[in-house]
């Protein structure tokens, strides 16, 4: 939650090191347009992107996020997944 509301964010790398996006991680940060999630990701929560107006790519590395049931309704016609694992 320390990055909600956050509008300097623009695009993000996250550390291999992560293994979940919780609730909220996220959370109104409008200017983020592209983020790349690692592969040892297992599990991203359903509330972690609300409000992410701005967001256009999403890469995931992860073998173990196969679908986009976690990304908000508002956004599944914006954003391009890209899978690479």
Request: proline fraction near 4%; glycine fraction near 4%; include cysteine.
């Amino acid at each position: 939650s320390a990055l909600i509301d956050n509008i300097n964010l623009c695009r993000i790398v996250l550390p291999s090191s992560l293994t979940a996006i919780w609730d909220h991680a996220f959370q109104r940060c409008c200017s983020l347009k592209e983020i790349e999630i690692p592969g040892n990701v297992e599990y991203i929560d359903d509330e972690a992107f609300l409000g992410c107006t701005g967001l256009r790519r999403i890469i995931i590395r992860s073998k173990h996020i196969k679908d986009d049931h976690w990304l908000p309704d508002e956004l599944k016609a914006k954003v391009k997944i890209e899978y690479y694992t």
